[in-house]
């Protein structure tokens, strides 16, 4: 093989094909409450710290400012406040999915009635006069629901 | 050395599949160590946890557990590998002069993901993955060339497993404690030769933690010191084709710089019982050599002999080791965690009657590319 | 106290859009090469390595383990840290640390991604909790374009201002060979009018509003390597060793929907603390000079309020008034930044060598104030709420 066609090679890369890595993510008995909670009753639930009393959701063990363990379940609305949220224009590959997320969609910070921390989630419209922060919103439930996020359609700006 | 100590230790139950999540385990791993040390989170001046992205199924996995690791508004940092790598990062961090505690913890839910599947990850993507390696086939390629190099016998890998198996009865903690003799081992389930299931570690999930400080931080801690008083590692060549399979020359420089600092002359005799990180049971035999317990190819002649033995010159994994439970880059932690409850004289029913100085070891990368060994004492 | 610790050397590819004629082992390998080269050293003389990126960029694991041979680990201590955005400064603090501790004298410090293997918004996602976070997620432009709509709707900013410091960004990466943006048509159009045609042309997709395709940081293959050295044996190997003066790390929420929007709380922590034991009283007089980790846009104007160079709210007077251009008072990222070359784990890192480079009086093309610079400062953002500052300069610290 002569110099003038090494440096002509034509570059190659292998692909990593189908494969993936499948997981199974344990939920935790806070967070399984929750899911329990929307598929069963289309309830939403938060965690309250027993120092700070702030309210947290979605649950989780530890409050991180307080560094103590929360057991205390709380109900909240499903209604919030729009607190911060965007419209998303471009496309790319959801990796839980593994095919490309349709868009436009509206992604939103929505701070429940009761709680506070926000719930990350989509709005049901695209319109930029109506998702605007401080905007009310309620949430949508799927009819078929299997203990998930998802379980929650999206929220409808009112 | 004697500068940095060990003042707190923390690790959970190890089971094939806790139900519990990162932060879950994390938080108990932390909380104990704390409550060990009789410190509270505010005594803690930074922390390191350690965590890996692909076991995890997570992007900078570290980041889900800042939270449980007591972490808001901390100086943090985050090492992906073997907890004893994250601990000696730890220690470092406190003798540049910036922090006089840390809190190092790690995590691992081998439970939630395939094994094979993620060790394959870390093979070349474009010229090994394809071949299906995995941990364990690599393993079993280094045991074989064990073998070759050592007359080492698959018999001599069954002692080490009934050994470690026996002494996990004795523990806690442990994941797979066992009666079973060499026939046993012998006859388990062949997984790739020469390993037979009894000689591969059941991956599982646990965390653990550790509390360190200088001397200045001492008051914030009613538990006596356990002083670290030796630490180095080292790593060798990824490329399997590129090492002497058979002869741990990163282990040897490691222990070498580490028994120097600790002021080790004989290990063998010089240490009270050793931590190993025995993912597979001929491991243990080679990590003797390695670390100088015995002449390079005569590591057999230990467990032959019962010398690594509860009663033995130098008990080597009284806890069971990692043949028992193998929460990876938890066992490291673990291994060290160990080996200051042994100095301690507060490892309950496996303590080795008055030890004194400790070794604790871990590995990163496929077939113990890397060695981290600690000499802890009192 | 540890050892004072100093940077000696510093060393980076070629950032562009796709390496594929090396693979990421030999594209590690060609940054330590070249900052090797730079500080007169051989791999002999290196006591430990430390490596970062964020591994599923690439789906590899063990990535410390598998680059052993590229980065010149074989037989030394070699440890991985990924902190996601932050990589490439948790790097850096890593090997500040190494040779602080006083147990190692050289230390690599080694960052890299190929970000044109994978899918990066994709990859970014599974950054975010699986159950809570993901289902929902756009990545990192739909994260920061809601930080850019909060700030605009706080102290009433507008697109015009995110594109200034746009324009800036990539007027500057015209000076540097490196960066991997060199957007040559920008030559010679005064600054105003380049505003104008980034806010109004059609070509310029919105990618989630405010956020336009300019606003954001390019996907680059790259890497990064910088030389940390202890203070007896800096001096002997840089006839300019850029001093570290402090460096510290913040840190605080985990979860997407807790994080105040308000403001970057760990950056103005950090800041805060590098600040307090640097002895700084008004960073905006003080420092020469600033390699900021600005992933997008509008964080040129929000994070400079945080770390403290104005009051809340006058970032884009300062664009404006061009205090933050190269012959400015406080030039920001005379390199073109992270808008003009992101390759996410070497991009931290590259703030951290550009930094020294200025210090050094050795940034070419880029150097900024004749070479004059006493003080520089370089950070790292990124993850989920963390924040790195590092505060280098041309004197010995106290």
Redesign the interface.
């Known amino acids: 093989m002569n110099e003038k066609k090494r440096e002509d090679v034509e570059?190659l890369?292998i692909s990593?094909g189908e494969t993936s890595q499948p997981?199974q993510?344990s939920?935790g008995k806070h967070?399984s409450y929750f899911l329990q909670q929307l598929r069963d009753n289309k309830k939403i639930v938060g965690i309250r710290c027993p120092k700070c009393k702030r309210v947290?959701?979605?649950p989780?063990p530890v409050c991180?400012q307080c560094y103590v363990a929360m057991d205390e379940m709380v109900p909240l609305s499903d209604e919030g406040t729009i607190?911060?949220?965007?419209?998303?224009?471009?496309g790319?590959?959801?990796?839980?999915t593994g095919v490309q997320?349709p868009v436009p969609?509206t992604?939103a910070?929505v701070k429940l009635d009761g709680a506070d921390?926000?719930?990350?989630?989509?709005l049901d419209s695209v319109d930029?006069e109506k998702v605007k922060?401080g905007a009310r919103v309620k949430a949508v439930f799927e009819e078929r629901r299997t203990g998930?996020?998802?379980d929650i359609k999206h929220f409808a700006v009112l | 050395m004697s500068k940095i100590a060990i003042v707190g230790v923390g690790q959970t139950t190890c089971t094939s599949s806790r139900e519990d999540t990162f932060e879950e385990m994390v938080f108990e791993a932390a909380t104990k160590a704390l409550a060990d040390a009789g410190a509270e989170v505010g005594d803690i001046d930074n922390v390191v946890t350690v965590s890996?992205?692909?076991w995890d199924?997570?992007?900078?996995s570290?980041?889900?557990v800042?939270?449980a690791a007591g972490?808001?508004?901390?100086?943090?940092?985050?090492?992906?590998?073997d907890g004893t790598?994250g601990a000696?990062?730890g220690?470092?961090?406190i003798?540049?002069?910036?922090f006089d505690t840390t809190l190092v913890v790690s995590h691992m839910k081998g439970s939630e993901s395939i094994m094979n599947l993620?060790?394959n990850?870390?093979?070349?993507?474009?010229y090994q993955r394809g071949l299906g390696i995995d941990a364990t086939s690599a393993a079993a390629l280094q045991a074989r060339s064990y073998m070759a190099m050592s007359g080492a016998t698959e018999e001599d890998f069954a002692r080490v497993s009934v050994k470690n198996h026996g002494n996990a009865r004795n523990n806690p903690y442990a994941q797979l404690p066992l009666k079973v003799s060499v026939r046993d081992v012998l006859a388990s389930r062949k997984i790739a030769e020469p390993l037979k299931l009894l000689d591969c570690s059941p991956i599982g999930d646990g965390a653990a933690a550790i509390v360190l400080s200088n001397r200045k931080g001492l008051k914030r801690f009613k538990k006596d010191p356990v002083w670290i008083k030796g630490v180095?590692?080292?790593?060798?060549?990824?490329?399997l084709g590129?090492r002497d399979l058979a002869k741990s020359?990163?282990l040897k420089?490691a222990a070498k710089k580490a028994y120097k600092a600790a002021g080790i002359q004989k290990p063998l005799s010089d240490l009270d019982v050793a931590e190993l990180y025995d993912a597979y049971s001929y491991m243990e035999l080679m990590w003797y050599e390695g670390l100088g317990f015995a002449p390079e190819g005569k590591g057999y002649e230990l467990i032959r002999s019962g010398a690594t033995g509860m009663k033995g010159e130098l008990p080597v994994n009284p806890s069971g080791g990692v043949l028992s439970s193998h929460p990876v880059l938890v066992a490291g932690m673990v291994r060290l965690v160990e080996a200051t409850l042994q100095v301690r004289g507060e490892a309950g029913k496996r303590q080795v009657k008055g030890a004194k100085t400790a070794l604790a070891h871990g590995i990163?990368?496929?077939c113990g590319?890397?060695h981290c060994v600690f000499i802890v004492g009192a | 106290?540890?050892?004072r610790v100093a940077i000696v050397g510093f060393g980076q590819t070629y950032q562009r859009s796709s390496r594929?004629?090396v693979?990421g082992v030999e594209l590690i390998n060609e940054a330590v090469n070249t900052a090797l080269a730079d500080a007169e050293l051989t791999i002999r003389d290196i006591d430990a390595v430390v490596i970062g990126n964020?591994?599923?960029?690439e789906?590899?694991?063990?990535?410390?383990?598998?680059?052993?041979?590229g980065a010149g680990?074989?037989?030394?201590?070699?440890?991985?840290?990924?902190?996601?955005g932050t990589t490439g400064t948790?790097v850096a603090?890593?090997a500040?640390?190494?040779v602080?501790?006083?147990?190692f004298k050289r230390v690599l410090a080694i960052g890299w991604e190929k970000n044109s293997?994978s899918?990066t918004?994709?990859?970014?996602?599974?950054?975010f909790?699986?159950?809570?976070?993901?289902?929902?997620?756009?990545?990192a432009?739909?994260g920061l374009?809601?930080?850019a709509?909060?700030y605009m709707?706080n102290y009433g900013a507008t697109e015009r201002d995110g594109a200034r410091v746009a324009v800036r960004e990539r007027l500057h990466a015209l000076n540097n060979p490196f960066a991997h943006l060199h957007q040559e048509w920008m030559k010679g159009i005064p600054v105003d009018q380049l505003v104008d045609l980034l806010v109004g042309s059609e070509q310029n997709?919105?990618?989630?509003?405010p956020l336009r395709m300019s606003d954001m940081c390019p996907r680059t293959d790259g890497a990064a390597a910088v030389i940390f050295a202890a203070e007896g044996t800096a001096e002997k190997i840089a006839p300019v060793p850029a001093w570290v003066h402090a460096t510290?790390?913040?840190?605080?929420?985990?979860?997407?929907?807790?994080v105040n929007?308000d403001r970057n709380t760990t950056i103005a922590?950090a800041s805060k603390?590098v600040f307090k034991k640097a002895g700084i009283k008004e960073p905006l007089k003080e420092i020469d000079v600033c390699e900021l980790y600005l992933p997008y846009s509008y964080a040129g104007l929000k994070w400079i309020e945080d770390i403290g160079f104005c009051a809340y709210g006058e970032g884009p007077r300062l664009l404006w008034d061009g205090v933050t251009d190269m012959d400015g008072e406080l030039p920001v990222n005379p390199s073109g930044g992270v808008m003009s070359s992101n390759a996410i784990g070497a991009t931290a890192l590259i703030r951290v060598g550009e930094a020294a480079l200025q210090v050094m009086g050795r940034a070419g093309t880029r150097q900024v104030k004749g070479g004059d610079v006493n003080l520089a400062l370089a950070t790292g953002f990124?993850?989920?709420y963390?924040g790195d500052v590092m505060l280098l300069g041309k004197k010995k610290p106290s």
Request: proline share 4%; glycine share 8%; hydrophobic share 40%.
């Open positions: 570059l890369s990593s997981f993510w939920v967070g947290y959701v979605p989780r991180g607190y911060v949220c965007t419209i998303v224009q471009f790319f590959v959801d990796p839980s997320r969609y992604w910070f921390t926000c719930l990350t989630h989509f930029p922060v998930n996020l998802m | 890996n992205d692909f199924g997570r992007t900078i570290s980041m889900a800042q939270e972490s808001w508004g901390k100086d943090v940092s985050t090492v992906e590998g790598f000696f990062y220690m470092m961090r003798l540049s002069g910036s993620i060790t990850a870390m093979f070349d993507p474009i180095a590692h080292c790593a060798d060549a990824f490329n590129y020359r990163a420089a990163n990368g496929p590319q890397a | 106290m540890g050892k594929k004629d693979n964020m591994d599923h960029f789906g590899i694991n063990y990535v410390d383990m598998w680059s052993a041979e680990a074989v037989m030394k201590p070699v440890i991985k840290v990924c902190t996601g948790t603090m890593c500040y640390y190494h602080a501790s006083g147990m293997e899918d918004t994709g990859a970014i996602i599974t950054a909790h699986p159950v809570w976070e993901r289902p929902t997620l756009g990545g432009v739909a374009a809601i930080e709509s909060k709707a997709a919105m990618l989630a509003y510290a790390n913040s840190h605080n929420f985990v979860y997407a929907g807790d929007m922590e603390k990124g993850g989920c963390w």
